[in-house]
């Protein structure tokens, strides 16, 4: 389940409800998904797609999303490092960002305009829509492994509009979860 954390105010906020509401305060819409059948997390993406069909029609009709895929990411990705930076660094989109976790986690930071920023480590099961025009980044945790379905309102407003705040710079993308290893220390 998604845990969130402020780091400047030193708070941290778990449990599903009162992370939804914590979320929904900010605007972005958190949610716990079930498959209508049992499927591994490794299955092909039209059998996972499949499986949480019901959900994803649901949300495409809330959200106005057009299409779904479903995004492999693993060590061994050709290019991650290189992916990763631009993802690492604050931007914004013109349309929502939709991602439901099926394997292994990661970190969304948000910066609200009008308060502190808040880090999302999202975990398989979760379900975040972070709407068009907030501030995030995100980053993987050391595993360096996420799947996850993804929804469009457009796949080609997925572009990212950097804030070039550097806000992204003050705060480490440190997976707090079980079982995470730090990050290496950056060579400067
Ligand atoms: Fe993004």
Known sequence: MASVKVPDE???VSGFEAVRRFLAEVGIDYQRWQPSHPVAADAPAEEVLAAYGREIDRLKAEGGYVT???I???PTTPGLEGMLAKFRCEHWHD???VRFILEGRGIFHIH???RAVLAIEVEPGDLLRVPRG???WFDLCAD???RAIRLFQDASGWTPRYTESGADR???PVCFGTGDLPHPPAVS
């Open 170 to 172: 003050g705060y480490q």
């Open 68 to 70: 779904a895929d479903v």
């Open 112 to 114: 609200p305009r009008d």
């Open 134 to 136: 907030t501030w995030h």
């Open 10 to 12: 030193g708070r941290t």
């Open 95 to 97: 349309e929502d960002e």
């Open 72 to 74: 492999d990411v693993k």
């Open 144 to 146: 360096r492994r996420i």
